[in-house]
């Protein structure tokens, strides 16, 4: 795994021998030696993770974490405090900050390195996602970043996973001061516990009587439906190597008995931040896609849709010896509606007529809006004469009933013409199948409109 880390300390033995570390890890490895050097190589995104000393003269690392974590360009980066402070209240007062981990001085190297690989294995999935969510600020959708930032992390919905009542009847009555918490005593039904329920974090015990908690914790991130909850293991004081073990297949973070009741609130915080941050990302991105081949007016589909679409059926019904039928429709006379009533009625119109469309068709059929006033339904495994029937109950519906505008105040009668092709045999395509429905209605509007014609290929 390659990725950049920053090493941040004012004393330069103490960066030389981080930077020699990770250089033999095969990590690239960036320096800074104040608070304010390290905000701006982050600011200017030059860095996947941050090890951070805590005392430094010009800005101590709490501060220099309270920076990064409040400002929205750079909340989502990793945060490992490094430091000979070793109090608890040290380490509360370092995750509270928004730091992702606290290693005290001197660091075993198993323990940073396995860190760092952890961190910044998450911290790759959740650029791949800023990433595709980048265009959505250009088409209107709000940016998640200020809202991660507001988040306090709060009101969660947690599942603790262990077996040992002395231990989780502590852990359930802390953290339900701010969360809502279940509790699953039988490992073996944890899974399917945690695949119904909407949890935001798991809480695992990795010293349960009968079973090995690294496995759930395996088939959490393997199965799809829960691979993107947090896990926060909990471990004995000697089980490093399990815990390392844990990170490596996917453990966010671990906790050690005798736990911290300010420690565990903090980090169970910070893991569930994280994952409101992800998932908005990924509602960003599913909105993104939505909008890019969704027509804002009417809510069909849009043309740069159907024409992929309309590729791949016409592929696929050749190869099986299916039949295929496109029909285009518009809308008769729609530039008086415009001229003689204004855009908005023309606007109440498309809606109402995609509504329409929509009622007068099947689940496996495709409407779009082709472009202004035309429309085009794609109908799979269906024949020309068939088609040809449809097409003929849409157009009776839409003349049968005059369309409200001025929000109800004025109606119109609308009619429409009609177009119809059927794919031809082998060597026809979705482009020469469009062409002839275009040409039949063009037939239909020559001869008065109001009509459906067919063109046989």
Known sequence: MTARVLVVDDIPANVKLLEARLSAEYFDVATAFSGIEALALCERAECDI????????????????????????????????????DQPSDRIKGLEAGADDFLTKPVSDVALISRVRSLTRLKMVTDELR????????????????????????????????????????????????????????????????AEGDYELLLVSLGMADFDGLRLCSQVRSLERTRSIPILAIAEPDNNAKLVRGLEIGVNDYLIRPIDKNEMLARVRTQIKRKRYTDRLRDNVAMSIEMAITDALTGLHNRRYMETHLGALTEQASQRGKPLAVLILDIDFFKSINDGHGHDAGDDVLREFAVRIRKSI?????????????????????????AGMVAERIRRKIASEPFAIQQGEKHLNVTLSIGIAALGGTGDTAATMLKRADQALYRAKRD????VVQEAA
């Open 50 to 85: 941050v090890l951070l000393d805590v005392m430094m003269p010009d800005m101590d690392g709490f501060e220099v974490c309270r920076r990064l974590k409040s400002n929205p360009a750079t909340h989502h980066i990793p945060v490992v405090m490094v430091t000979a402070l």
């Open 131 to 194: 990433m595709r969510a980048l265009t959505s600020r250009e088409i209107g959708i709000e940016s998640p970043e200020r809202e991660a930032v507001a988040d306090t992390g709060r009101k969660g919905r947690i599942l603790i996973i262990d077996d040992r009542a002395s231990s989780y009847e502590r852990i359930a009555t802390t953290l339900g001061l701010e969360h809502t918490v279940d509790v699953q005593t039988d490992p073996k039904e944890a899974l399917f516990r945690a």
């Open 362 to 386: 099947r689940n496996i059929d495709l409407a779009c809006r082709y472009g202004g006033e035309e429309f085009v339904i794609v109908m799979p495994e269906t024949d020309i004469a068939v």
């Open 448 to 451: 008065g409109r109001n009509r």
